[in-house]
């Protein structure tokens, strides 16, 4: 049985669902992301239940995980349309969807069973923009052109390495929704809507920090940095679930997946608190809009 932080609740009454997605189908360099649930999860038994941010324990009792999604002899789409039925489900059983992966393809089925009523924010190293790669409509360097075709809104931050295709959409069609790592958090707020899924594919941070990824890129978002604009996010709008995508082990060396399960834990709190679920200490004020 999977366990996040040495638990797994049964799911009738936890306030999380977490999806492991081990699926790697159309990465195309470095290999590795079909463990990266499994090691999120090892992680997590070393992350401390006490949130020194928040000030208290968002565990409260405990988070459900589903057993690792069965992707072997699976295409992209097929994979996504998998994950789909798993966020349903979620939402279904009163659990807010955590998805936890596995290449970033998986985050289209995830915001397909939102549907048009969200708005999604991506922290990304690449644009993803691509209509198809090699024939493949639903790869992973497709991801944000699917999702911008079934979300309310889509923001991309983090952005730094995109093909001439990307660059075309990010100025067309994308124009003024496509940040690199010098961005205006009030911007960035202003253009998504009250309810908001947040995808993170953890290239999006600097590879001095996460090196655990299939293409790291120069640059990036820095701990604080990231987490100064998600927590903005938890403020002024309610994240109705979230992804943490392309993680990559490096053998014998653990840094990327800490970081992972650290930031999967920090997220589930900026969740409970953007739902009125958890009340953290001094310094945050929710407001919606």
């Known amino acids: 049985m999977p366990l996040f932080m040495g638990k797994n609740s049964g799911p ?23 463990q990266g649930p499994s090691a999120l999860l090892s992680a997590s038994a070393e992350v401390e239940t006490y949130d020194d941010e928040l000030r208290t324990e968002t565990i409260g009792e405990g988070f459900h995980v589903r057993g690792m999604l069965g992707c072997a002899g699976k295409g992209p789409e097929e994979v996504s349309a998998l994950v789909k039925d798993e966020v349903r489900g979620a939402l279904e059983g009163g659990m807010l969807p955590i998805v936890v992966g596995g290449e970033h393809s998986a985050t289209i089925g995830a915001v397909e069973a939102f549907g048009k009523e969200v708005s999604v924010l991506c922290i990304d190293a690449h644009a993803d923009l691509r209509d198809e790669l090699g024939g493949e409509k639903f790869s992973h360097a497709c991801t944000m052109r699917r999702v911008r075709e079934r979300a309310g809104k889509a923001v991309q931050v983090g952005v730094r390495d995109m093909s001439a295709e990307c660059a075309r959409i990010a100025e067309g069609e994308a124009k003024g929704t ?112």
Request: glycine share 14%; net charge negative.
């Open 12 to 34: 009738g009454s936890p306030r999380f669902c977490i999806i492991p997605v081990p699926y790697e189908g159309t990465v195309c360099y470095r290999k590795g992301a079909a």
């Open 178 to 289: 496509v940040f690199g790592v010098d961005f205006d958090l009030d911007e960035v707020l202003g253009l998504l809507g009250e309810k908001v899924y947040v995808s993170i594919d953890l290239d999006g941070f600097d590879p001095s920090e996460v090196p655990g990824v299939g293409t790291p890129v120069p640059g990036g978002l820095r701990w604080a940095e990231g987490l100064a604009l998600l927590r903005k996010v938890a403020e002024r709008k309610e994240i109705v679930g979230f992804d943490i995508m392309e993680l990559a082990p490096i053998p014998n060396q653990v840094v990327s997946e800490f970081f992972a399960a650290k930031l999967l834990y920090r997220m589930a709190g900026y969740t409970s608190v953007s739902r009125g679920l958890v009340q953290p200490g001094v310094g945050w004020s929710h407001t919606t809009g």
